[in-house]
C-alpha cells in the first residue's frame, strides 16, 4: 500500500494558478501509473491528468492546455500544475495509484486506483 498527501489547494481568482502536489509514501511508486481526479460538489468524480513511469501522459478535455502533471520518482511526488483557472474547476482533488496486473498503464477510471489521498480543496472564485 501507499499513502498519498495532497497539498497545495486554496482559494484563487479566476484566471489563476495552483500547484497540486501528492507526496507518496511506503511502497515505491516509481513504476505505477499515477492519477489526479477531481470531485465537485453533486457531482461524480471525474479524471483530470494520468501520469505512467515512462512518460504516457492523459489529460481531460476540460484540462487540456491549461494543466500540467508531471512527477519525480526520486522524490515519490507527482504534481499538477493548474493555470488559468475557471470556477468550474472548483473541486476536491485527490491522488491515486493505480493498482492491478495493468498498474503501469494510465487509466481515467476511478476503479483502477487503488491508493487514495485525502483530498485538498480548490476554490475558484469569479
Known amino acids: 500500500q501507499v499513502q498519498l498527501v495532497e497539498s497545495g489547494g486554496g482559494l484563487v481568482q479566476a484566471g489563476g494558478s495552483l500547484r497540486l502536489s501528492c507526496a507518496a509514501s511506503g511502497r515505491t511508486f516509481s513504476r505505477y501509473a499515477m492519477g489526479w481526479f477531481r470531485q465537485a460538489p453533486g457531482k461524480e468524480r471525474e479524471s483530470v491528468a494520468t501520469i505512467s513511469w515512462y512518460g504516457s501522459i492523459y489529460y481531460a478535455d476540460s484540462a487540456k492546455g491549461r494543466f500540467t502533471i508531471s512527477r519525480d520518482d526520486a522524490k515519490n511526488t507527482v504534481y499538477l500544475q493548474m493555470n488559468s483557472l475557471k470556477p468550474e474547476d472548483t473541486a476536491v482533488y485527490y491522488c491515486?495509484?493505480?493498482?492491478?496486473?495493468?498498474?503501469?498503464?494510465?487509466?481515467?477510471?476511478?476503479?483502477?486506483?487503488?491508493?487514495w489521498g485525502q483530498g485538498t480543496q480548490v476554490t475558484v472564485s469569479s
Open positions: 491515486a495509484r493505480r493498482g492491478g496486473v495493468s498498474s503501469e498503464v494510465p487509466s481515467t477510471q476511478s476503479g483502477d486506483y487503488v491508493d
